[in-house]
């Protein structure tokens, strides 16, 4: 990096444009309050910083125009950002930044906005930890193991709930089964009895027979009612995901509906999109050249400018040796330079014009071209989405009319056993003479509803199983919940410790500074924990440091976060921080970091104000030294 073009357009204090040149290395910024310093490093935090305040952004435009915009140049790279007011106390900023980590405004622009020079300035110690634990990343993970026990607790009161209802339910349904069950074992007993009294010896053998018929009937009732049971479970959870998948394919029709009439309107008007860019680029190109004619305008009248300058110090022409007319060459001389400044004026008007053209050039391509291959591509998504799910909509479709069709199929063979049930009571009518057979027949009706009744509570208590089948899912979460948190707690520990070390090793890096600051290495201890000690081993506090301290040890602590985390922003800028330094220590703390921008290849910016008398100016490029120092 060799050079860094800067353009400003109605940015703090300055209005209309104005252009400035940084360099690799260090730049002061030395001139007076007012002149429009800090500007220039407010339009640098407009294109670099994703992340400002509100007061911030609407300090950054001139408090007397509705729009403005900083274009910056480097690395063969251009990036314009443009601020629009939208009311009195808002500004919004739009364009392509720098950089998208909002961590960079935190560690390459130090002012007395920047969050970590205030805790150092204000000696809260823990507001300063926070900030370096936000910045290292240990925030991060503190961020998501909140979240993570936060999730975890939400299960566990989930599943707290769902368990209840879900044993509740269940004990319901076993006392019942356990009472159908206990008076089956009783019927059951009663019919023995009957069938071993004397009484019925001359139809037990029959009985016996139908007996045993009917129990393999009963065993086969009972299996085939789990079956019919099973499969009205799985026909009601088919149901529930074929709804949502049409809900949900409702949804992607809608969105996919949409998008469609946009592509016919887009469509519709891609040629007039298309030949307004057109008309753009045409008046785009025939404001280039006239920029460039204007450009060998004032090169060649800048020549003129130079021998006219030349020429009137002498009495005879050096040319023609004819005596020199300095009235009138002086005429000329004004006219030259008036002519001069109203072509300046003239480019300056064309370079706005032009980066307006442009800007409405970009914004019809965003509505035209650009939105409708947008769109398109949506389009091309959705329909693979929609198909797949009309597919699986069309497979429960499927699945369904094959569940229907068995459980046709088992309800009849339900009403066959049923039908040949009825037959074999229906035969002991003919016992019906033999003392118990009516009682028999009785408990043998009695047995069969308890039986059905007994089915009917194993299906409803494998039904409530497959209900609360998240119950069994909440646990399995709840345990994988208590590994991430237990993994990212160590994770935590581990990694706030390594930052420390890292940090305190970069800081040993800059021990020319520690020094200047009066302190001695390490800064941190275990989690972040300041350990300022003073030359023999002196213990202090962030408070106890003077200002020149505290402002030497918010360089010293954003140059070691900036090696650490953002080693590759080109830019570093300390805005009127310099101010608290004493002069004594001012010119080693630049000559360090001089040294230290041209071994990194930043552009390091310094604003300085230096004593000043005589009427209120603006900022030039003079008032820019590059890899100068002055105090």
Same mark, same amino acid.
């Given at each position: 990096?060799?050079?860094?073009?800067?353009?400003?357009?109605?940015?703090?204090?300055?209005?209309?444009?104005?252009?400035?040149?940084?360099?690799?290395?260090? =730049?002061?910024?030395?001139?007076?309050?007012?002149?429009?310093?800090?500007?220039?490093?407010?339009?640098?935090?407009?294109?670099?910083?994703?992340?400002?305040?509100k007061q911030e952004i609407a300090r950054i435009l =001139?408090?007397?125009?509705?729009?403005?915009?900083?274009?910056?140049?480097?690395?063969?790279?251009?990036?314009?950002?443009?601020?629009?007011?939208?009311?009195?106390?808002?500004?919004?900023?739009?364009?392509?930044?720098?950089?998208?980590?909002?961590?960079?405004?935190?560690?390459?622009?130090?002012?007395?906005?920047?969050?970590?020079?205030?805790?150092?300035?204000?000696?809260? #110690?823990?507001?300063?930890?926070?900030?370096?634990?936000?910045?290292?990343?240990?925030?991060?993970?503190?961020?998501?193991?909140?979240?993570? =026990?936060?999730?975890k607790a939400e299960y566990e009161h989930q599943y707290?709930?769902?368990?209840?209802?879900?044993?509740?339910?269940?004990?319901?349904?076993?006392?019942?089964?356990?009472?159908?069950?206990?008076?089956?074992?009783? !019927?059951?007993?009663?019919?023995?009895?009957?069938?071993?009294d004397t009484r019925i010896e001359p139809a037990k053998? #029959?009985?016996?027979?139908?007996?045993?018929?009917?129990?393999?009937?009963?065993?086969?009732?009972?299996?085939?009612?789990?079956?019919?049971?099973?499969?009205?479970?799985?026909?009601?959870?088919?149901?529930?995901?074929?709804?949502?998948? &049409?809900?949900?394919?409702?949804?992607?029709?809608?969105?996919?509906?949409?998008?469609?009439?946009?592509?016919?309107?887009?469509?519709?008007?891609?040629?007039?999109?298309?030949?307004?860019?057109?008309?753009?680029?045409?008046?785009?190109?025939?404001?280039?050249?006239?920029?460039?004619? !204007?450009?060998?305008?004032?090169?060649?009248?800048?020549?003129?400018?130079?021998?006219?300058?030349?020429?009137?110090?002498?009495?005879?022409?050096?040319?023609?040796?004819?005596?020199?007319? &300095?009235?009138?060459?002086?005429?000329?001389?004004?006219?030259?330079?008036?002519?001069?400044?109203?072509?300046?004026?003239?480019?300056?008007?064309?370079?706005?014009?032009?980066?307006?053209?442009?800007?409405?050039? =970009?914004?019809?391509?965003?509505?035209?071209? #650009?939105?409708?291959?947008?769109?398109?591509?949506?389009?091309?998504?959705?329909?693979?989405?929609?198909?797949?799910?009309?597919?699986?909509?069309?497979?429960?479709?499927?699945?369904?009319?094959?569940?229907?069709?068995?459980?046709?199929?088992?309800?009849?063979?339900?009403?066959?056993?049923?039908?040949?049930?009825?037959?074999?009571?229906?035969?002991?009518?003919?016992?019906?003479?033999?003392?118990?057979?009516?009682?028999?027949?009785?408990?043998?009706? #009695?047995?069969?509803?308890?039986?059905?009744?007994?089915?009917?509570?194993?299906?409803?208590?494998?039904?409530?199983?497959?209900?609360?089948? $998240?119950?069994?899912?909440?646990?399995?979460?709840?345990?994988?919940?208590?590994?991430?948190?237990?993994?990212?707690?160590?994770?935590?520990?581990?990694?706030?410790?390594?930052?420390?070390?890292? !940090?305190?090793?970069?800081?040993?890096?800059?021990?020319?500074?520690?020094?200047?600051?009066?302190?001695?290495?390490?800064?941190?201890?275990?989690?972040?924990?300041?350990?300022?000690?003073?030359?023999?081993?002196?213990?202090?506090?962030?408070?106890?440091?003077?200002?020149?301290?505290?402002?030497?040890?918010?360089?010293?602590?954003?140059?070691?976060?900036?090696?650490?985390?953002?080693?590759?922003?080109?830019?570093?800028?300390?805005?009127?921080?310099?101010?608290?330094?004493? $002069?004594?220590?001012?010119?080693?703390?630049?000559?360090?970091?001089?040294?230290?921008?041209?071994?990194?290849?930043?552009?390091?910016?310094?604003?300085?104000?230096?004593?000043?008398?005589?009427?209120?100016?603006?900022?030039?490029?003079?008032?820019?030294?590059?890899?100068?120092?002055?105090?």
């Amino acid at each position: 990096m060799k050079e860094v073009g800067v353009k400003l357009k109605n940015i703090g204090v300055f209005r209309e444009v104005r252009e400035f040149k940084l360099s690799s290395g260090l =730049n002061i910024i030395y001139a007076p309050n007012a002149s429009g310093k800090s500007s220039l490093i407010a339009g640098l935090k407009a294109i670099s910083v994703p992340v400002l305040s509100k007061q911030e952004i609407a300090r950054i435009l =001139n408090d007397y125009e509705d729009r403005g915009f900083v274009a910056l140049s480097i690395n063969d790279k251009e990036y314009v950002t443009e601020l629009i007011r939208i009311s009195p106390m808002e500004v919004e900023v739009l364009g392509e930044r720098l950089s998208s980590d909002g961590v960079v405004r935190i560690i390459s622009f130090l002012d007395l906005e920047n969050p970590l020079v205030n805790a150092i300035y204000g000696g809260d #110690e823990e507001r300063l930890k926070q900030i370096l634990r936000e910045v290292s990343g240990v925030s991060y993970i503190e961020t998501i193991v909140s979240v993570l =026990n936060g999730l975890k607790a939400e299960y566990e009161h989930q599943y707290e709930i769902k368990s209840r209802e879900y044993e509740a339910r269940k004990s319901e349904i076993e006392t019942e089964l356990s009472r159908v069950e206990m008076e089956l074992r009783k !019927i059951d007993e009663r019919i023995n009895e009957i069938l071993r009294d004397t009484r019925i010896e001359p139809a037990k053998r #029959e009985i016996e027979r139908i007996e045993m018929e009917k129990k393999e009937l009963e065993i086969l009732e009972s299996k085939k009612r789990s079956e019919e049971i099973e499969l009205r479970n799985r026909l009601s959870s088919i149901d529930i995901d074929q709804r949502k998948s &049409k809900a949900e394919l409702e949804i992607l029709k809608e969105k996919y509906s949409k998008l469609l009439a946009e592509k016919e309107l887009l469509s519709s008007r891609i040629i007039e999109y298309r030949r307004k860019i057109e008309e753009l680029e045409v008046k785009i190109k025939s404001l280039k050249d006239e920029k460039e004619k !204007i450009g060998r305008e004032l090169k060649e009248l800048d020549s003129l400018l130079r021998r006219r300058e030349i020429v009137v110090t002498y009495d005879y022409c050096l040319y023609c040796g004819a005596r020199i007319d &300095k009235d009138k060459l002086y005429e000329e001389i004004n006219q030259i330079r008036t002519r001069i400044s109203e072509l300046r004026d003239k480019m300056t008007s064309i370079d706005n014009e032009i980066i307006s053209l442009e800007s409405e050039k =970009n914004g019809l391509r965003k509505q035209g071209e #650009e939105r409708l291959h947008v769109v398109e591509d949506e389009l091309r998504k959705l329909e693979p989405q929609i198909s797949e799910l009309q597919n699986m909509i069309d497979s429960y479709n499927r699945v369904r009319n094959e569940i229907e069709r068995k459980l046709e199929i088992i309800e009849a063979e339900i009403k066959a056993i049923r039908d040949r049930f009825d037959t074999l009571i229906r035969q002991l009518e003919s016992f019906k003479e033999i003392p118990l057979v009516k009682e028999l027949r009785a408990r043998y009706e #009695e047995r069969s509803r308890l039986a059905e009744a007994r089915d009917r509570l194993y299906g409803r208590l494998k039904q409530i199983e497959q209900l609360y089948s $998240d119950v069994v899912k909440l646990k399995e979460v709840i345990s994988k919940a208590n590994l991430l948190v237990e993994y990212f707690n160590i994770r935590l520990i581990e990694l706030g410790r390594i930052v420390v070390e890292k !940090i305190n090793e970069v800081v040993s890096k800059h021990f020319r500074l520690l020094r200047l600051a009066e302190l001695e290495y390490p800064v941190f201890a275990e989690r972040f924990e300041l350990r300022l000690t003073r030359k023999g081993g002196v213990a202090t506090t962030l408070a106890e440091l003077s200002d020149a301290e505290k402002a030497i040890l918010a360089i010293l602590l954003t140059l070691a976060l900036k090696e650490y985390v953002a080693e590759d922003f080109p830019f570093y800028v300390i805005d009127s921080l310099i101010e608290f330094i004493d $002069d004594a220590r001012t010119k080693e703390v630049l000559e360090y970091l001089m040294e230290f921008a041209n071994n990194s290849n930043i552009v390091l910016v310094v604003t300085k104000t230096k004593p000043y008398a005589g009427e209120p100016r603006l900022l030039t490029q003079e008032d820019i030294l590059s890899n100068q120092i002055v105090v």
